[in-house]
């Protein structure tokens, strides 16, 4: 991580750059690394408490071509960060307060008050963890509901604990939280799981991990503390408790749109429109990359990719406004 | 001034019979959002200084008062005043956030 200032010190900053970058996941780094070594100096808003994004909340990461051997989510953003700021990209914790993306000139103002200018901007927000909406989710939540098996599955030492979802992320919770619970069951909405074959595997040979197939989650019992769940099928619509200390919801994503709502097209997905394979928003000038524009793939590798489209289309829109500025200016000399 | 480390052996002596506000940081070290509200509230400690202490618990190495406290997620962070909890938070948030849920004890 880079310097912070001292706390209590900050100056107001209000400067103008060629491009900012917002959100500090795979897709954003990505974007960093190539905007940096096209000289356009990015700066980029990482976020204050989740900047690296989802991986920093992942242990083993296996997937990533080049680390054979796997390499930790954590480890894998802070050598993206360090790459970016190696070719001189800016990398600023704070939080995008309010943007405004229309005409030449985009403004960005950060929860510190600082306000950045910049003439593109590209928007890699990721997604956030989506919800069960069920009564009591939010009640217990830190008191048994978790969205993170890394940051709390050593609170569940030989107990018993549940995962929702059947998605990799599910997989990957509900085989870390086997070194600490005594049992962990998968509680999935349909008989068919989402997650990648090998994900799978691994969670259906470990003896620890019991699938419950056709449930789902209606109810959270427990009055400080979580106690059980309640669940109903899907296909008999009977109903039933299991007894879980903890609940780990992993059902997906929603992308986190809502610093452009209204201004910038959006997918029947929630996800930002972007124009063909390119990542060029409805808005002149604004570029869009990783999970936020991808309903589908949602991986380190593919927000990577997708990164690098917006740092080069930026980098060619920019080329672009320099070129008919410079034509205005012989034709007006 | 910045956060202190309180432990086990030390809770009851720093926090409970602590005449001023106090907020406790439960954390660990392998927690990514732990890491990440840290200076946060270095800079919240340093900047109320005169209204509320800031101090951190290990988790990993005084499990009886994370245990005694029930903690189940990290960060968890508890306002005491005269050894009695009177609030909780848990989760990384920013500043102003964070800011927002202590308001009460930062006027």
Redesign the interface.
């Known amino acids: 991580m880079s310097e912070?200032l001292p706390?209590?010190t900050h100056l107001v900053r209000n400067d103008m750059r060629h491009v900012i970058i917002i959100g500090s996941g795979p897709a954003g780094y990505t974007a960093a690394i190539y905007a940096a070594r096209a000289n356009l100096e990015p700066l980029v808003i990482a976020?204050?408490?989740?900047?690296?994004g989802e991986l920093?909340?992942t242990t083993e990461v296996e997937n990533f071509p080049g680390f054979p051997e796997g390499i930790m989510g954590?480890d894998l953003m802070t050598r993206m960060q360090q790459q970016a700021e190696r070719f001189g990209a800016e990398i600023v914790y704070?939080?995008v307060v309010s943007l405004e993306l229309e005409g030449p000139v985009k403004s960005v103002t950060l929860?510190n008050g600082d306000r950045h200018e910049a003439h593109a901007v590209i928007f890699a927000t990721g997604s956030a963890y989506r919800k069960l909406g069920i009564a009591d989710e939010e009640r217990l939540?830190?008191?048994?509901v978790?969205w993170?098996a890394?940051?709390?599955g050593?609170?569940?030492r030989q107990k018993t604990v549940a995962v929702v979802g059947g998605g990799d992320s599910a997989m990957e919770e509900a085989t870390f939280l086997t070194r600490f619970a005594d049992k962990v069951y998968v509680i999935h909405r349909s008989e068919t799981l989402r997650a990648s074959a090998a994900m799978q595997d691994r969670a259906r040979n470990d003896p620890k991990i019991e699938f419950v197939f056709n449930k789902t989650v209606e109810h959270i019992y427990g009055s400080?503390?979580v106690t059980g769940v309640g669940l109903v099928d899907t296909v008999t619509g009977e109903e039933t408790t299991l007894d879980v200390?903890?609940l780990f919801i992993a059902i997906g994503a929603d992308p986190r749109t809502h610093l452009v709502h209204g201004v910038v097209d959006l997918t029947e997905h929630g996800t930002i429109a972007v124009e063909g394979r390119s990542s060029r928003t409805s808005v002149e000038g604004v570029f869009a990359a990783g999970d936020v524009v991808d309903p589908t793939y949602r991986q380190a590798i593919t927000a990577a990719g997708s990164g690098t489209v917006a740092a080069l289309d930026a980098q060619h829109y920019l080329e672009t406004l320099h070129d008919a500025a410079r034509e205005t200016a012989s034709a007006t000399a | 001034m910045?956060t202190r480390d309180v432990t086990d052996a030390t809770f009851e002596q720093e926090v409970l019979n602590s005449e001023k506000t106090i907020m406790v940081d439960f954390w660990?070290e392998?927690?990514?959002?732990?890491r990440?509200?840290s200076?946060?509230l270095?800079?919240i400690a340093?900047?109320n200084a005169d209204k509320i202490d800031i101090v951190k618990l290990n988790?990993?190495d005084n499990p009886q008062t994370?245990m005694k406290y029930?903690?189940?997620?990290?960060p968890?962070m508890k306002v005491f005043k005269r050894g009695e909890v009177v609030k909780?938070v848990?989760?990384?948030?920013?500043?102003?956030a964070l800011e927002a849920d202590l308001a009460e004890f930062l006027a």
């Open positions: 912070r706390p209590g976020s204050s408490v989740e900047f690296g920093m909340k954590p704070d939080d929860g939540s830190g008191y048994g978790s993170c890394t940051c709390d050593a609170f569940f400080d503390l200390s903890g | 910045s660990a392998w927690c990514g959002p732990c990440a509200v200076p946060i270095d800079a340093t900047e988790v990993d994370a029930q903690i189940t997620s990290i968890a909780t848990i989760g990384a948030k920013p500043k102003p």
